[in-house]
């Protein structure tokens, strides 16, 4: 068999849907051209579309061990292993991907967002920034770095960051929310009411920024 051609065929089977058809073919690939990285690379990401995570992580490996050189083969593993909830491998194979390219900007958000989840504030923090220091245009950044900065009772801080999220994303409901959350902690009850009542406009179904919003606006006639 050629193997462009049986690539193509699995490939066409996996965009039809047909998950088991592709991976049969696939793995009599792996059989027939067992250092062909592809194969294995599509094996894992399959594997883990049906559920089956330790089939992918094991693929990922497989297809880790034959590659050199190329950051995306750590990261796949990485990202495999973030979705099992196993962090700090995904942790140690995200910095792989960055030692081959330190300015591997998919690794560095993922360090970030492993960090984050890891409760390590402050390096999560790190990595995000440093990424916006490579890739300006990586807007969401700020938005972690906004989540990051409340719980570290920052709200200056959170407030800045999300405000610059929100020049490109004017339309998140959850930013503004988060906005005025911040604003409160901040002290600042007016800006916090407009940042909620955008929020509920955008999203009237949202309970919390409802509950949220009238209870700032009964504080408000309060100390009026």
Request: charged share 25%; proline share 2%.
């Amino acid at each position: 068999m050629d193997f462009n051609e049986g690539l193509g065929k699995a490939l066409v089977l996996e965009t039809q849907g047909k998950i088991d058809d592709a991976i049969t073919s696939y793995e009599a690939l792996a059989i027939e051209f067992p250092k062909e990285k592809a194969v294995f690379s599509r094996l894992g990401t399959l594997f883990f579309r049906k559920g089956d995570l330790s089939a992918g992580i094991k693929n990922f490996k497989k297809a880790l061990s034959l590659c050199e050189g190329d950051p995306s083969c750590p990261y796949d593993l990485a990202v495999a292993y973030y979705r099992a909830g196993q962090l700090e491998n995904a942790v140690e194979y995200f910095n792989k991907s960055v030692e081959i390219n330190e300015n591997y900007l998919m690794g560095i958000y993922w360090l970030g967002l492993t960090h984050y989840h890891l409760g390590n504030l402050e390096e999560s923090k790190n990595y995000y920034k440093k990424l916006l220091g490579l890739n300006p245009d990586f807007k969401i950044c700020h938005y972690h770095l906004g989540v990051i900065n409340n719980r570290l009772a920052d709200y200056k801080g959170a407030i800045d960051e999300f405000e610059q999220f929100l020049k490109v994303d004017k339309d998140s409901s959850t930013a503004w929310a988060h906005l005025g959350s911040n604003y409160y902690e901040n002290g600042d009850l007016d800006k916090a009411v407009e940042a909620y009542s955008k929020a509920v406009k955008l999203q009237p179904m949202d309970a919390k920024s409802k509950q949220n919003l009238k209870l700032l606006l009964e504080l408000k006639e309060k100390f009026s």
